[in-house]
């Protein structure tokens, strides 16, 4: 079916949760409820929500990445980081030009999708075992983190922007568009957030349930088998890896528009591990749960920070202990399984 009922079924389509009436309507009534938030929303929910809503596109790429095409990353971290400095880079140094931080979106996320499509190139093309890539991805943020913590000194600059060592770097100008800036708590980087949030969503959900997602599947199930149906699989992977790595990268971009700060941590371990925890304890298989667990655990981390950082390490470590150990599809895929068969054995 093609036109506009065409893409309408291929997005309510089978590749993830949620498929009915009361789904759709249901998801109109929150994205209606988030646009329409700031009517009433103080500027400090505003920031906050804008904080969390950041993450949502790193999480779904990695989503698509790891639920659907099979391949886990630790780089997504690295990917957000890239970003962000090459956003900085060029948004200070064009700051007398015009579209200044629109050039630098722009050069942000496409640096990041050729660093990406280049190390995926070498990895999936070299069929590089399949449990080598998360330390290869590790690996790549840790020599990354690194390599950004040495370059305090003034000799490290670009132009006549500092990368700041493990200070950072600092002064980076929100997106600007016109009079309209994208920055802080103001009311437009909320809605940038939350339009990024549901186009990234429904964007993936059309893409995993055309015959393009339905072929990364295949790759997940049985690279063999799709090999040899004619398929370049390690294009397939290169494709798959390097969109994933563009969505991290607009993470990037929303976050230090958001901060006008990043530094070499936003590529460290910890930083490394969350979207997995995110992925994996929402459920890999579905979008709309990496979505939720994304924006739930954000949120719940930032408050545990508050009273100690070391207990929002902890515990995101039991979650995802308890996750593996009671929950392996992911707790949301998992209770919305639970719910389908209650409902079946329901007299």
Not at 174 to 187: C, D, R, Y
Not at 190 to 206: D, F, K, N, P, S
Not at 220 to 242: C, K, S, W
Not at 303 to 326: D, H, K, P, Q
Request: glycine residues 14%.
């Amino acid at each position: 079916m093609r036109g506009p009922l065409g893409i309408f079924s291929r997005v309510g389509g089978r590749q993830d949760l949620g498929r009915g009436a009361a789904f759709w309507v249901a998801f109109a009534i929150v994205a209606l409820g988030l646009v329409a938030f700031p009517l009433f929303g103080s500027a400090f929910y505003l920031s906050n929500l804008a904080n969390f809503f950041v993450y949502v596109p790193m999480g779904l790429g990695l989503c698509l990445l790891w639920g659907y095409g099979g391949i886990l990353s630790f780089g997504q971290a690295s990917f957000f980081g890239i970003s962000g400095y090459v956003y900085g880079i060029v948004a200070q140094n064009l700051s007398l030009t015009p579209g200044a931080s629109l050039l630098g979106v722009a050069a942000a996320i496409l640096a990041t999708v050729i660093v990406a499509a280049l190390f995926g190139y070498f990895v999936f093309y070299g069929q590089v075992s399949a449990w080598i890539i998360p330390l290869l991805t590790l690996v790549l943020s840790l020599i990354l983190e690194t390599f950004m913590a040495q370059t305090a000194g003034y000799q490290w600059r670009i132009g006549h922007v500092l990368l700041g060592g493990y200070n950072g770097m600092t002064g980076i100008p929100s997106i600007q568009v016109g009079p309209l800036e994208f920055g802080g708590a103001s009311i437009a980087l909320y809605l940038l957030t939350v339009i990024a949030m549901l186009l990234g969503y429904l964007g993936l959900r059309l893409l995993v349930n055309s015959h393009f997602g339905y072929v990364v599947v295949g790759v997940r199930d049985d690279v063999e088998r799709t090999r040899m149906l004619g398929y370049n699989v390690a294009r397939m992977q290169v494709t798959v890896f390097a969109l994933a790595a563009g969505l991290a990268g607009l993470s990037g971009v929303l976050y230090v528009s958001w901060g006008n700060y990043i530094n070499p941590s936003s590529m460290g371990l910890y930083a490394a591990t969350l979207p997995v925890i995110w992925t994996a304890v929402g459920g890999r298989s579905s979008l709309i749960a990496v979505t939720l667990s994304t924006v739930a655990l954000k949120w719940l981390a930032d408050s545990l920070a508050v009273r100690g950082g070391e207990y929002a390490f902890l515990i995101m470590g039991a979650l995802l202990l308890a996750t593996m150990l009671f929950f392996p599809a992911g707790i949301v895929v998992s209770l919305n399984r639970l719910w389908r068969r209650a409902r079946r054995q329901a007299p």
